[in-house]
């Protein structure tokens, strides 16, 4: 059975009630909170391996409690929206969620996801062979043992989604990725045309790696293809 706590953040106690009892029945340990302000409280007295997150909520929202969150720590957050638009779902993943649900959602699916970002999110944070734990691009380092990006020795927090994507296009220079490829290696689920969720991660790492976004130096846009790092 499943050892991993995970964290719920929403002001709906019908909501917290029903995921609890899911969520308990796989295993998991359960911690609750009914705002952004009560849930970073909890954080730093806890240890969590992934949150679930309301993004309407009072005191403070969902995307505040993200970007908090974010400044610190890179556990799997999925967002939850009664909202249902893709502008929605685009400032959810933007502001540093792995993936985002719209409600009313099915509780075993929500059950389901919850597994994919943990192992996902526990594979990359397996220590490496130490000639094998970093990947260097020019002077961006990418070190998969402990989890951190630095460029020029300055540290850079991403998100784990973020994270694999990089390491993924950083272990295969020169090759270019198209982003169904992209999705269907780090989410392991299958790509739908319509779904954005690739550029959006995409444009967040250039923010967050770049001096210039639209100029970028490591993550180039292959027109009409897809994404690669140079060799």
């Known amino acids: 059975m499943a050892s991993d706590t995970i964290l719920l953040v929403d002001d709906e106690k019908d909501i917290l009630d029903l995921l609890g009892i899911y969520l308990k029945n796989e295993g998991y340990t359960i911690l609750t909170a009914s705002s952004g302000l009560e849930a970073l409280e ?35 957050i999925i967002m939850l929206s009664a909202k249902s638009q893709d502008m929605d779902k685009i400032f959810g993943l933007s502001s540093g969620a792995d993936d985002y649900m719209t409600k009313p959602f099915n509780p075993l699916e929500l059950i389901a996801r919850v597994k994919s970002q943990l192992r996902r999110y526990k594979k990359l944070n397996i220590a490496s062979p130490p000639q094998q734990d970093e990947l260097e691009v020019d002077d961006l380092t990418i070190n998969t ?52 969720t690739v550029m959006v991660h995409i444009r967040k790492l250039r923010e967050k790696l770049e001096t210039t976004p639209r100029q970028p130096k490591y993550i180039k846009t292959v027109w009409g293809v897809g994404y690669k790092i140079e060799k």
């Open 42 to 76: 909890l954080l730093k007295q806890k240890a969590v391996d992934l949150i679930i997150l309301d993004i309407m909520m009072p005191r403070m929202d969902g995307i505040q409690a993200c970007l908090k969150i974010r400044e610190q720590r890179n556990m799997p």
């Open 145 to 196: 043992s402990n989890h951190e990006v630095r460029i020029d020795g300055r540290e850079i927090k991403l998100t784990p989604r973020e994270f694999a994507i990089l390491e993924l296009l950083a272990r295969n220079r020169g090759i270019v990725f198209s982003i169904q490829r992209i999705y269907e290696s780090v989410w392991n689920e299958a790509f739908y045309e319509s779904d954005n």
